[in-house]
């Protein structure tokens, strides 16, 4: 029997307590009727109705009834929320890349920065970008969003992809955001896109963001070619990787290159992408909009809205796509051929010669003026190409005609030796310039090349 009545009030409330802990670990998460109402109940009604026969049977036993609390009782009870951040940790990071095996270059803005313009490299309608400026008067130029070239490697689990950009801000580093874009059924939808902010001296995954496309809308009605807005699809709407919060915290890193300051380095395992071994990539430097969701921009904003950097186009300038370059696309585990969704433009003296007595070429837009094709300029599909006999001083008859593929390519196969006229006889498009009519002379199995150039690029 207790004696001390005050010494049982202190006993009975310490075991009280201690028991209210015990059971608050076992409350379940949400409770109805009765439950819910002695849930609500204050810490000293629970504790009045628990202790109050003990101490009216140690009050029978004394003369005198314990002393009234001199606070007065809380009037709410103050729930604690505590916020748990959740540990990284990892097992494994990038190495240094491998010899590269696949690379583009693309086209270098400085050169005409003080113009507020770009000089080539921009051909909005394939989601070709060249807009390393800002919006509206184009008067702020950034080397660090001006891709000069862009390479990948894969090796020991990992692809690398380094990113070499014309140079740093004014303030000094890489201060955009640096992606490479996916597309493993090589069918112009991306399917993976690989975003790193502002990247640092040395591998890691902050600021590291890893999207995929699983609804596989990223293009819009029809890949790789502008539609008309609204935007049909949420492009890359699957976060699945973000700064090592994920299913594998070691998927996606990124650095700034080693020994070059200029390159930002990309390195994700290989297993993210189910190990492809075929697959179309390109390469990003944005801070103008990096809106995943958004993808393709060229979907989501109509030319007019976008604007554009080539001085003397109706577009002209910058408008809502600002602040950003892209590079075309090649390829990983095959050779290009050139009719691939995106793909860089393959040189016509690249491709395979199998057949004897052969006339090929390309039909292109004119980057520079020079009307002569270098590699980055845009080849332009359908155009009608005319084959006839004799030279074109004084023609024959037609022999044949085509039309080009997508990368602007035609060619006419199975030509017994002698003279023969190839031009085009409709302009594809408006010009300022345009190559003529092109004699060809051709001997036993030989191949011969005329390419058509039309100055007027936008």
């Known amino acids: 029997m207790i004696s001390n009545p005050a010494r049982a009030y202190r006993l009975v409330f310490g075991f009280f307590v201690l028991g209210l802990v015990v059971l608050s670990c076992n409350l379940p998460a949400q409770m109805t009727g009765a439950a819910t109402h002695t849930a609500e109940m204050s810490a000293e009604d629970m504790m009045g109705t628990a ?30 929320t505590l916020t748990l951040t959740p540990t990284i940790v990892h097992l494994t990071q990038p190495g240094e890349p491998p010899t590269r095996e696949s690379w583009m270059f693309d086209s270098d803005s400085s050169t005409t920065a003080v113009e ?34 862009a390479s990948l490697a894969r090796g020991g689990g990992w692809v690398y992809v380094t990113i070499k950009l014309v140079g740093q801000r004014s303030g000094g580093g890489l201060q955009g955001t640096y992606g490479v874009e996916l ?6 939808r991306g399917d993976w896109l690989i975003l790193a902010t502002a990247p640092g001296a040395s591998w890691s995954t902050e600021r590291v963001k890893v999207y995929q496309d699983a609804n596989k809308d990223v293009g819009g009605r029809q890949p ?16 699945v ?8 915290p070691d998927a996606a890193w990124a650095r700034v290159a080693p020994g070059d300051a200029n390159s930002a380095q990309i390195a994700f395992k290989y297993s993210l992408i189910g190990s492809d071994a075929e697959f179309l990539w390109g390469a990003w430097a944005d801070q103008g909009l990096v809106n995943p969701g958004w993808f393709d921009y060229i979907d989501h904003f109509s030319h007019e809205e976008a ?12 408008k809502a796509v600002a602040e950003l370059d892209n590079t075309c696309r090649w390829p990983v585990g095959f050779n290009a051929v050139g009719d691939e969704p995106g793909v860089c433009p393959v040189p016509a003296t690249a491709t395979p010669t199998v057949v004897p007595g052969r006339i090929s070429g390309k ?16 080849g332009i599909e359908g155009a009608r190409v005319r084959l006839r006999s004799g030279t074109c001083s004084s023609p024959g008859g037609t022999i044949a005609d085509t039309e080009t593929n997508s990368s602007g390519n035609y060619s006419f196969s199975g ?18 310039d345009k190559s003529g009519p092109a004699t060809v002379e051709l001997d036993e199995g030989e191949s011969g090349h005329a390419n058509f150039g039309y100055f007027w690029f936008g």
């Not at 597309?183 to 112009?188: C, R, Y």
């Not at 030509?415 to 300022?432: E, F, Q």
Request: glycine residues 10%; hydrophobic residues 30%; proline residues 11%.
């Open 183 to 188: 597309d493993l059924n090589l069918d112009g």
């Open 51 to 80: 202790v109050a026969g003990t101490l009216q049977a140690a009050a029978s036993n004394t003369p005198e009834p314990p002393a009234e609390p001199t606070a007065e009782p809380p009037t709410e009870t103050v729930a604690a």
């Open 241 to 248: 990787f973000d700064q090592g919060l994920g299913s594998d």
């Open 224 to 239: 790789v070619r502008a539609d008309s807005p609204p935007q049909t699809g949420d492009g890359y709407e699957t976060l």
């Open 415 to 432: 030509l017994a030796p002698g003279d023969y006229c190839v031009d085009v006889p409709t302009d594809p498009t408006r010009n300022v």
């Open 363 to 378: 039909v292109f837009h004119d980057g520079n003026g020079d009307l002569v094709y270098q590699s980055g300029e845009i």
């Open 116 to 149: 507020r313009r770009a000089s080539r490299g921009e051909y909005y309608q394939i989601n070709f970008l060249e807009r390393p400026f800002n919006a509206n008067s184009m008067d702020t130029y950034f080397p660090d969003l001006d891709i000069k070239e």
């Open 307 to 318: 604007g554009s950097p080539i001085s003397g186009l109706p577009q002209y300038p910058l």
